[in-house]
């Protein structure tokens, strides 16, 4: 007991040390402590009064890194916050409150990196109390998707910001998206994979499609004008796989297997039925019964990297996504003795012998099981004396 204590005080001192040095005017410095806390945040290591006390102050800190830092510093505050969202689970949307001014004013007028869009989707998917607030969040990262052909940043961007809507998508209802949001989106997914564009855009753009056919909500993604149905986005999917086989993307093995997955899936919404998939997690079954859970999963799991089993074996928030329940085991040790007694009966022996060895009255093994009944007989008296 005395071990965990003074060990609970010296992670805590760590804790507390790094949050003073995200003050120093050295960038250099801050960078090593924002490393530190990916690295303790990525394992599941915190501390629950450090978490308790000064959770809004390293937030208002990593802020500040991403309003006035630059490269390095930005990613790592913009990566801490979003494992801020996964790990402080239940001060998630307080985090997502303060986080959202600064993180949409630079969605909306800067140029975001890859870890700002991550960071902002994550504080959504863990903070956001209600699909109204899920669908702002997705918003923000839709009007950055259609600056994608605007200019060259975005453009560098865009495979992370439609990978980033999917996700959030994969969250929600397809009955309670609104009608008034997302009209187009089948159109421009459609645009992306006419287009000559780099593999991770079409690939995203393949993503987005197939999880668009799950929702079975496909007027709430068409314009009127063009109504796009379930076998042409099937039949465009189908053509863009098998182009991108012809190519040679060998040195892409990700790509190959995760487009012959979505080929998989699309074959399977052809006949209705639903994507499964397993996984073994330290010893416990992972189901994944739906493309979205599957869009989810690969999507934390990335994020999470080494440290996403950790999490899904101790964070109740994610494993209620993905209906996941760790079976421990827990041995008891007999409180009654029973008889085993061991015979060499060779083939020889007859029907009738075996029954005078196990069955008859004066058998030994008989025999044992009186003497180990009265023994536990009495165990049991002594305990009700006692």
């Given at each position: 007991?005395?071990?965990?204590?003074?060990?609970s005080?010296?992670l805590l001192?760590?804790?507390?040390?790094?949050?003073e040095?995200?003050f120093?005017k050295?960038?250099?410095?801050?960078?090593?402590?924002?490393?530190?806390?990916?690295?303790?945040?990525?394992?599941?290591?915190?501390h629950?009064?450090?978490?308790?006390?000064?959770?809004i102050?390293?937030?208002d800190r990593?802020?500040?890194?991403?309003t006035?830092?630059?490269g390095d510093?930005?990613?790592?505050?913009?990566?801490?916050?979003?494992?801020?969202?996964?790990?402080?689970?239940?001060?998630?949307h307080?985090?997502?409150v303060e986080s959202?001014?600064?993180?949409s004013?630079?969605?909306?007028?800067g140029s975001?990196?890859?870890?700002i869009?991550e960071?902002?989707?994550?504080l959504?998917?863990?903070?956001?109390?209600?699909?109204?607030e899920?669908e702002?969040s997705?918003?923000?990262?839709w009007?950055?998707?259609?600056?994608g052909?605007a200019?060259?940043?975005?453009?560098s961007?865009l495979?992370?910001?439609?990978?980033?809507?999917?996700?959030l998508?994969?969250?929600m209802?397809?009955?309670r998206?609104?009608?008034?949001?997302?009209?187009?989106?089948?159109s421009y997914?459609?645009?992306l994979?006419?287009?000559?564009?780099?593999?991770?855009?079409g690939h995203a753009?393949?993503?987005?499609?197939?999880l668009?056919?799950?929702?079975g909500s496909?007027?709430?993604?068409?314009h009127?004008?063009?109504?796009?149905?379930?076998?042409?986005i099937i039949?465009r999917?189908?053509?863009f796989?098998?182009?991108?086989?012809?190519?040679?993307?060998?040195?892409n093995q990700?790509?190959?297997?995760e487009?012959?997955?979505?080929s998989d899936?699309?074959?399977l919404?052809?006949?209705?039925?639903c994507?499964?998939?397993?996984?073994?997690?330290?010893?416990?079954l992972?189901?994944?019964?739906?493309?979205?859970?599957i869009?989810?999963?690969?999507?934390?799991?990335?994020?999470?990297?080494s440290g996403f089993e950790?999490?899904?074996?101790?964070?109740k928030?994610?494993?209620?996504?993905?209906?996941?329940t760790?079976k421990?085991?827990?041995?008891?040790?007999?409180?009654?003795e029973?008889p085993t007694?061991?015979?060499?009966?060779?083939?020889?022996r007859?029907?009738?012998?075996?029954?005078?060895?196990?069955?008859?009255?004066?058998?030994?093994?008989n025999?044992?099981?009186?003497?180990?009944?009265?023994?536990?007989?009495?165990l049991?008296?002594d305990?009700?004396?006692q």
């Amino acid at each position: 007991m005395e071990g965990h204590t003074n060990s609970s005080k010296i992670l805590l001192g760590y804790f507390l040390a790094n949050l003073e040095i995200l003050f120093d005017k050295r960038a250099s410095e801050r960078v090593k402590a924002l490393s530190f806390n990916i690295q303790a945040f990525t394992t599941n290591q915190q501390h629950p009064k450090f978490m308790e006390n000064n959770l809004i102050t390293l937030l208002d800190r990593c802020l500040i890194s991403i309003t006035k830092g630059s490269g390095d510093e930005i990613s790592l505050a913009a990566n801490t916050i979003g494992l801020m969202a996964v790990t402080a689970t239940d001060r998630a949307h307080e985090l997502y409150v303060e986080s959202l001014p600064v993180l949409s004013k630079i969605l909306n007028h800067g140029s975001p990196c890859s870890k700002i869009i991550e960071c902002m989707i994550l504080l959504a998917f863990f903070g956001a109390k209600n699909c109204e607030e899920t669908e702002n969040s997705m918003q923000l990262i839709w009007e950055l998707i259609h600056k994608g052909n605007a200019n060259k940043h975005s453009l560098s961007i865009l495979p992370a910001a439609i990978s980033a809507w999917t996700f959030l998508l994969a969250s929600m209802d397809g009955r309670r998206l609104s009608y008034k949001y997302w009209q187009g989106a089948i159109s421009y997914f459609f645009h992306l994979l006419e287009e000559e564009m780099d593999e991770a855009i079409g690939h995203a753009a393949c993503e987005a499609l197939t999880l668009i056919l799950e929702t079975g909500s496909l007027e709430k993604f068409s314009h009127r004008s063009s109504n796009i149905t379930k076998d042409e986005i099937i039949e465009r999917l189908n053509n863009f796989i098998l182009k991108f086989r012809e190519q040679d993307h060998d040195q892409n093995q990700d790509y190959n297997e995760e487009l012959d997955f979505i080929s998989d899936v699309i074959n399977l919404f052809e006949d209705d039925d639903c994507p499964k998939s397993s996984i073994n997690i330290r010893g416990h079954l992972l189901t994944l019964s739906t493309y979205s859970q599957i869009i989810q999963f690969n999507y934390l799991k990335r994020f999470l990297g080494s440290g996403f089993e950790v999490h899904m074996m101790g964070n109740k928030l994610l494993q209620n996504v993905f209906d996941f329940t760790p079976k421990y085991h827990v041995h008891h040790e007999k409180l009654w003795e029973e008889p085993t007694v061991t015979y060499f009966v060779p083939e020889a022996r007859t029907k009738k012998t075996r029954q005078r060895l196990f069955m008859s009255p004066n058998s030994a093994y008989n025999k044992a099981r009186t003497q180990l009944l009265n023994k536990n007989r009495d165990l049991t008296k002594d305990g009700e004396h006692q």
